[in-house]
C-alpha cells in the first residue's frame, strides 16, 4: 500500500512558475513508476509527465514538454513536478500516482495509487 500527498499549488499569473510534491508512505517507493495527471473543469483527467521508478526515463504530454520537469528523489520518497511558463490552459487540479513496476503509463487506469491532488490556478 502507498499513500500519496500532493503539496505546492496555489494562485499564480501566467509565465510564472511552480513546484509540485509528491510525497510518498512506504519503503518501497522507488520501486513504482511515478505519473503526474490533471483535471480542468469539465474536462477529463489527462496524463501530464511520468518518471520511471529509477529516474533516467521521463515521459511528457506535448502541452507541457519543454515547460515542466518530471523528477524523483528515492531518499526522499517524493516526486516533483516542476512547472514553469505557466499558462491559463494549465488550470487544474493536478494529481500524482504511483504504479507498480519498472514501466511507465500515460493512461490513468494503469496506476494504482493516487494522491487527492492539489489546485493550480493561473491568471492571465
Known amino acids: 500500500q502507498v499513500q500519496l500527498v500532493e503539496s505546492g499549488g496555489g494562485l499564480v499569473q501566467a509565465g510564472g512558475s511552480l513546484r509540485l510534491s509528491c510525497a510518498a508512505s512506504g519503503r518501497t517507493f522507488s520501486s513504482y513508476a511515478m505519473g503526474w495527471f490533471r483535471q480542468a473543469p469539465g474536462k477529463e483527467r489527462e496524463f501530464v509527465a511520468a518518471?520511471?521508478?529509477?529516474?533516467?526515463?521521463?515521459y511528457y504530454a506535448d502541452s507541457v514538454k519543454g515547460r515542466f520537469t518530471v523528477s524523483r528523489d528515492n531518499a526522499k520518497n517524493t516526486a516533483y513536478l516542476q512547472m514553469a511558463s505557466l499558462k491559463p490552459e494549465d488550470t487544474a487540479v493536478y494529481y500524482c500516482?504511483?504504479?507498480?513496476?519498472?514501466?511507465?503509463?500515460?493512461?490513468?487506469?494503469?496506476?494504482?495509487?493516487w494522491g487527492q491532488g492539489t489546485q493550480v490556478t493561473v491568471s492571465s
Open positions: 500516482a504511483a504504479r507498480r513496476g519498472v514501466a511507465v503509463a500515460t493512461v490513468d487506469k494503469e496506476y494504482d495509487y
Open positions: 518518471i520511471k521508478w529509477s529516474g533516467s526515463s521521463t
